[in-house]
């Protein structure tokens, strides 16, 4: 099994992420144990740490030399829906998308979710990209109002939960919703959104086992491997489970075989 990590924060010296070189390397060995072969790295874009692509491209460049053969590595950003990210990102979008292509991660503050959430998203749409609400289940303003995570979904977006959130590693909240999204048809992907090797690791294997228990090995395959290795490509996502038409109510057994794009 060859898993794809489309969020993570391995770049050294971007943002709250790894400080140095050589952390980033332990990182890098870290997934290549872990059966990772793919990763995405994505600093933030938000108002605590800019975003310049030139530093970002010389890192990758720096790691991807020192893995060459034994991880493949793109980029891409922590999209924050601020004034200025949303100002610029018009000029350019595949500045800010992952692996340059047409999809985007999107994090929302968790402090406060726009009224405007719902048109914005709409107009990253405009824009030819495909928003992917990132660890909604970390969010306790979208905890408390799921209906409007549902609603995006139902909108084209897709969500990525983070692998550690479903092991209990973020509490028991996130742990809470994030099987019960799962088992919802509300999760396209898992990821890592690793920071470090210790309280954030570079690390997708066990969670992807414990998806295949819960659900299908097939299920585990489409979040770990194909839906991401879709991203990495450009493509559309393969599986894209039936949506629960009311929160809490399961949609049946495993992601149907269906193919659903939404374009504006």
């Given amino acids: 099994m060859h898993m794809v990590d489309i969020h993570c924060h391995l770049l050294y010296g971007l943002d ?37 692509p030139e530093l970002i491209r010389q890192r990758r460049e720096e790691i991807q030399k020192e893995f060459q053969g034994r991880l493949t590595i793109a980029t891409g950003c922590d999209f924050h829906l601020s004034f200025e990210n949303l100002q610029d990102i018009p000029k ?48 306790p303003l979208i905890r408390t109002q799921p209906e409007r995570l549902f609603r995006w979904l139902r909108q084209g977006c ?14 028991r909240p996130a742990f809470d919703a994030a099987r019960e999204w799962l088992a919802a048809g509300a999760v396209h992907f898992f990821a890592s959104d690793a920071h470090n090797t210790t309280t954030r690791p570079l690390k997708l294997r066990e969670a992807h086992d414990e998806v295949a228990k819960l659900h299908s090995e097939e299920t585990a395959r489409a979040l770990f491997v194909e839906n991401p290795m879709a991203v990495f ?15 809490g109510q399961a949609p049946g057994a495993t992601p149907l075989r269906k193919k659903r794009f939404i374009f504006f």
């Fill in 16 to 52: 709250d992420g790894p400080d140095n070189f050589e952390t980033t390397r332990a990182m890098a060995e870290s997934a290549i144990a872990d059966g990772i072969t793919h990763i995405i790295a994505t600093p933030h874009s938000d108002p605590t740490y800019p975003f310049v």
């Fill in 92 to 139: 350019d979008p595949a500045k800010y998308s992952l692996n340059q292509k047409n999809y985007l991660l999107v994090e929302f503050a968790d402090f406060a979710v726009p009224a405007s959430a719902d048109q914005t998203l709409h107009e990253l749409q405009l824009l030819g990209l495909t928003p992917i609400i990132t660890h909604p289940e970390r969010n």
């Fill in 233 to 247: 490509e450009g493509r559309p996502i393969p599986f894209v489970p039936q949506l629960a038409e009311h929160l």
């Fill in 158 to 171: 897709f969500a990525q939960v983070t692998a550690q959130s479903l092991l209990g590693k973020f509490g």
